[in-house]
Structure formats: C-alpha cells, structure tokens
Nanobody, 129 residues
C-alpha cells in the first residue's frame, strides 16, 4: 500500500498548482482521502477531504482554503487531486495526502491526522511574493 504525492514546486503569489496523490496496492475508491500541509515549526494542518466513492462523494475544506482549493478524485487513475488557485506566500509548506477506510463516529474525524492509516511522502510547495 503506497501513496505518492507529486505536483509541488515554486510558484508566484496568485498562481496555481495541481497536486496529485497516486495510490498503488489497493483500491483507492474504497478510501477517504485527505490533504494536509505542514509549514516549518508548525503542526500538520488539515486542508481538504473527499469521501470514498461508494458512499456518494462528499468534500470538506478548511476555512483557510475554501474557495481557493478544490479536491477531486479519478478512480480510474487511482488518483486524488488538489487544485490550488490564488496561492499566497502563507501557503508555503510540505503538502501530504493521506487515506483511510475505517468507519468513524465523529463527523469531523477527517480533520485529525491520527485518523488516517496511510500517508504519502509529501511534496514541497513554495509560493514567492
């Protein structure tokens, strides 16, 4: 079971990037997927979540990225994307994707890093001013 995050890079403020999270070794559509980021000296921060496909697709966003970031999935490619627009220097961080298929009673479980069983290696996003 592996997750591979990619698509990071250096971009100017106001620009866009699309991150990809590719899964191998399991059926990605059966998993909820979240995107997180971690800036130097800060805790890992929830950004976006997309539900597993069989339950109907639902998406959730942190307030800090709502309206700028969009999460989506292509089950045929076993990949989840994070489209990031209107990037700001404050978005500079290492971005991680994570997956989980457990059932959770807490409606906000997806915001907690402890609730994900699988993590990608991270991809660096740097936004210059």
């Amino acid at each position: 079971v592996q997750l591979q995050a990619s698509g990071g890079g250096l971009v100017q403020a106001g620009g866009s990037l699309r991150l990809s999270c590719a899964a191998s070794g399991f059926t990605f559509s059966h998993y909820d997927v979240g995107w997180f980021r971690q800036a130097p000296g800060k805790e890992r921060e929830f950004l976006a979540h997309i539900s597993r496909s069989w339950s109907g697709i639902s998406t959730y966003y942190a307030d800090s990225v709502k309206g700028r970031f969009t999460i989506s999935r292509d089950n045929a490619k076993n990949t989840v994307y994070l489209q990031m627009n209107s990037l700001e220097p404050e978005d500079t961080a290492v971005y991680y994707c994570a997956a989980d298929r457990d059932l959770h009673l807490d409606n906000n479980w997806y915001r907690n890093t402890n609730n994900y069983n699988y993590w990608g290696q991270g991809t660096q996003v740097t936004v210059s001013s």
